[in-house]
């Protein structure tokens, strides 16, 4: 981690604006001028006050969604449609009521080009890695929030994405699940047999995008651009009360007030 330089680069924005509308009016500019590289091995949070495009960056990373100017590089190679190399963790868990959870974590593979073979093992191995074993016969409403985003991760990963891209996947739950979730999925990046190779996460919370992150990407008020960049050096396993952590949560949270 701490030779970053030397990553390889996954994904680059040159330059990225997002406007809502003609850009020559510019009634609506979200995003403006946005650079940004994310490497291999990273973990990535981006914070910044709320409307400032922390979500529109994640949703044009994937290629969800186009710039008004800029382009998105993956690997060197310009994306032009959704990047199939990465997958999104929603805040809001996104899952499909009338599918179990089994059915919904298989969503996370539809339009790959495996037999049913292959997606029944994936689909097995990944609930059991994510904690949902026992659970692949129940429905969404019968699980808690915990559970559900669980669903969602395992739904994400399955298809072993090289980014992971999650937008604020730990708002909606209790703080004793959070503190789990954020767990698992600090080890399941850090394990350098599962996927992914890097994330990238938004999140309104401080305190959690400088406990999980190697940077951190400030952005400014409407229209949105990058104030400054943060690199977090503390080593890992990380102590969310000591007093450096604190430090660094005073610094960002002065630069977004």
Request: hydrophobic share 40%.
């Amino acid at each position: 981690m701490t030779e970053q330089v030397e990553l390889a680069k996954l994904v680059e924005l040159r330059n990225v604006t997002k406007a809502y509308g003609p850009l020559t009016e510019r009634p609506h500019v979200v995003l403006e001028h946005i650079n940004l590289i994310v490497r291999q091995h990273e973990f990535i949070s981006i914070v910044g006050p709320s409307g400032c495009g922390k979500s529109t960056m994640l949703r044009i990373m994937m290629g969800l969604t186009n710039p008004e100017d800029g382009e998105v590089y993956y690997h060197g190679q310009k994306i032009g449609r959704v990047c199939e190399a990465m997958s999104m963790v929603f805040q809001t868990f996104a899952l499909f009521p009338w599918l179990n959870v089994q059915e919904n974590v298989e969503i996370g593979l539809e339009g790959k080009q495996f037999s049913k073979e292959e997606k029944k093992k994936r689909v097995t191995d990944m609930v059991k890695v994510i904690g949902l074993e026992g659970y692949e016969e129940a429905y969404p409403r019968e699980l808690s929030g915990g559970m559900k985003q669980r669903v969602g991760i395992a739904r994400a990963l399955v298809s072993e994405p090289e980014i992971l891209l999650m937008d604020e996947p730990f708002s909606a739950l209790d703080p004793l699940t959070s503190t789990h979730l954020r767990e698992e999925v600090l080890h399941l990046w850090e394990n350098p047999d599962l996927p992914p190779e890097a994330v990238v996460m938004v999140t309104h919370n401080v305190e959690e995008a400088v406990y999980m992150s190697d940077r951190i990407i400030v952005l400014t008020t409407r229209p949105g651009t990058i104030a400054r960049e943060v690199k977090i050096d503390l080593p890992r396993p990380r102590d969310p009360r000591s007093p450096e952590i604190y430090r660094i949560v005073d610094e960002i949270t002065g630069l977004i007030a």
